[in-house]
C-alpha cells in the first residue's frame, strides 16, 4: 500500500495569516477530462483537516487544485487559482501550497 499523500496550504500576504475558509475543488485530468474529486475547505491554519489524496487513493498522473479565492474574500482580484501538476511516484509526498497576494500568487512544491 502506497504512503503517499496530497496536502495544501493556503497564506495570505495581505494579512500576513493563514487563508481560513478558502474552498477548493480537486480534479484528476484524465485524457483531457477533469474527474471531480472532491471538495474540501481550508482550516483556521490554512490547511486541510486531512490529506486531499492519501495512500492508494494518489495516483500517477496529473492533477489539479483549483482555489475559491472570490468564495473566500469577495471583491478581490482573482475569481479562481488553478494549479495543475503532476505525480510522478504515488508513494511521494506532494505539497502544494498557494502564497496569495492581492495582486499575484506563487506556488511551489512544498514538503
Same mark, same amino acid.
Given at each position: 500500500?502506497?504512503?503517499? $499523500?496530497?496536502?495544501?496550504?493556503? @497564506?495570505?500576504?495581505?494579512? #500576513? ?9 480537486? &480534479?484528476? @485530468?484524465?485524457? %483531457? /477530462? $477533469?474527474?471531480?474529486? %472532491?471538495? *474540501?475547505?481550508?482550516?483556521?491554519? #490554512? ?7 492519501? %495512500?492508494?487513493?494518489?495516483? /500517477? #498522473? /496529473? +492533477?489539479?487544485?483549483? *482555489? !475559491? ?5 469577495? !471583491?478581490?482580484? &482573482?475569481? /479562481?487559482?488553478?494549479?495543475? *501538476?503532476?505525480? !510522478?511516484?504515488?508513494? #511521494?509526498? +506532494? ?7 492581492? *495582486?499575484? +500568487?506563487?506556488?511551489?512544491? %512544498?514538503?
Amino acid at each position: 500500500m502506497s504512503a503517499g $499523500r496530497l496536502t495544501t496550504h493556503v @497564506l495570505d500576504t495581505a494579512t #500576513g495569516r493563514p487563508a481560513s475558509g478558502m474552498p477548493l475543488d480537486l &480534479y484528476r @485530468l484524465i485524457e %483531457g /477530462e $477533469r474527474l471531480h474529486l %472532491g471538495h *474540501f475547505r481550508t482550516n483556521a491554519d #490554512g490547511r486541510c483537516d486531512a490529506p486531499l489524496l492519501a %495512500g492508494g487513493a494518489l495516483l /500517477e #498522473g /496529473e +492533477y489539479e487544485i483549483v *482555489f !475559491g479565492v472570490a468564495a473566500w474574500r469577495a !471583491g478581490g482580484f &482573482y475569481d /479562481e487559482v488553478p494549479i495543475r *501538476f503532476r505525480v !510522478g511516484d504515488p508513494a #511521494g509526498h +506532494y505539497h502544494v501550497p498557494l502564497i496569495l497576494a492581492p *495582486f499575484g +500568487y506563487s506556488t511551489y512544491r %512544498g514538503s
